[in-house]
């Protein structure tokens, strides 16, 4: 949606192609983008590749972006069908493929160019399928800066927000076990029997809450974490928090919370996790703590609130960083150069 919205505002006609109950469609026709769908069905793969590439061909589209493994494939090869001039295949996580000499055709024949969101993911695809390093382009998602700072609204919270409450401590992502909620509550656990009376928040949706509520129960935690379930508020949410926790324990890019929260001035405490620490610098936007340490979470999360003018030089490092290398428009720069590279040649 940011690539999107962000060249649509520049002038360029933009499309998106998304299954038909996606939520993704629905933020688009929202926004006024025009969309496609598409089921994705294996059992309809030719009549998909088909009518999609007739589709690209009457549009006359001159870059695709694929964004997942199914439309990698189908979208990939109708955008060869109908001549597409550049295809390009995105990866937001780190994933191992269980046949890479079959999924580096997504990389190849099927794509022009891949873009990944950080640079170990780059390492990773580059390493797996023999890519050369200029067919690959480390592009974490930018950050709307106007709508992430510390300047507006805080959002309501299911907690105590008066005079002399304790401070709140968040996580914000969907509901999937990699991204470290156990350990989130474990640590939650072992700050309580520490003696620290701090509020504790979870907010996203995803995989059913039921579980990851019996998790914070079996940690003993259930009466003090406040589930929200999904928010639309997520600049606000951050601008709410004390600190944001990021667990994640396999997966993850450059990931887009932990770029908001830095934009909003939000202290984050994250594990050594993918391409957490390149943004999460230890010790100058931020904590950093060993994958699946919930002792050294929890000792991150306490020096996060006690150590006040510490945290606040990191949250505005955070805010540095993200205005410098992170913002929308420099991503949009950057896929500009990436675009008119491989449509014009370079120059001279």
Request: proline share 5%; aromatic share 6%; with cysteine.
């Amino acid at each position: 949606m940011a690539e999107l919205i962000g060249f649509q505002q520049r002038g360029c006609t933009v499309s998106l192609l998304a299954h038909p109950q996606s939520k993704i469609l629905e933020r688009a026709k929202e926004a006024g983008i025009p969309s496609q769908t598409c089921t994705f069905d294996r059992r309809l793969l030719p009549y998909e590749v088909l009518r999609l590439a007739l589709w690209l061909k009457r549009e006359k589209v001159q870059i695709v972006n694929t964004h997942s493994s199914r439309d990698g494939w189908v979208v990939g090869l109708a955008s060869r069908l109908a001549g597409v001039p550049l295809v390009l295949r995105t990866r937001h996580i780190d994933v191992i493929d269980r046949s890479p000499r079959i999924s580096k055709h997504k990389f190849t024949l099927l794509a022009d160019h891949a873009l990944t969101t950080s640079q170990k993911i780059t390492d990773h695809i580059c390493k797996t399928y023999h890519l050369a390093e200029n067919r690959v382009s480390t592009l974490p998602t930018g950050i709307l800066l106007s709508k992430f700072d510390s300047s507006g609204p805080k959002a309501e919270l299911p907690v105590n927000s008066g005079p002399g409450s304790a401070p709140v401590v968040g996580m914000v992502s969907v509901l999937r076990g990699w991204k470290g909620h156990e350990v989130f509550f474990d640590a939650i656990r072992r700050l309580r029997e520490s003696g620290r009376d701090f509020q504790y928040v979870v907010v996203g949706g995803g995989a059913p809450i039921e579980t990851f509520m019996a998790m914070a129960q079996t940690h003993g935690v259930a009466d003090c974490v406040k589930f929200t379930g999904h928010r639309e508020d997520i600049a606000d949410v951050l601008r709410a928090l004390d600190v944001l926790c990021i667990p994640s324990l396999k997966h993850e890019g450059v990931p887009q919370i932990g770029l908001q929260a830095l934009a909003c001035g939000t202290p984050v405490v994250g594990s050594a996790c993918g391409g957490i620490p390149e943004i999460i610098l230890e010790g100058q936007t931020g904590r950093i703590f060993p994958i699946g340490d919930a002792a050294a979470m929890a000792a991150r999360i306490a020096e996060a609130i006690d150590e006040p003018e510490r945290t606040k030089q990191m949250s505005l490092a955070g805010r540095t960083l993200v205005e410098t290398k992170y913002s929308r428009d420099i991503m949009l720069d950057r896929l500009d150069d990436i675009y008119r590279h491989h449509l014009d040649g370079p120059p001279g």
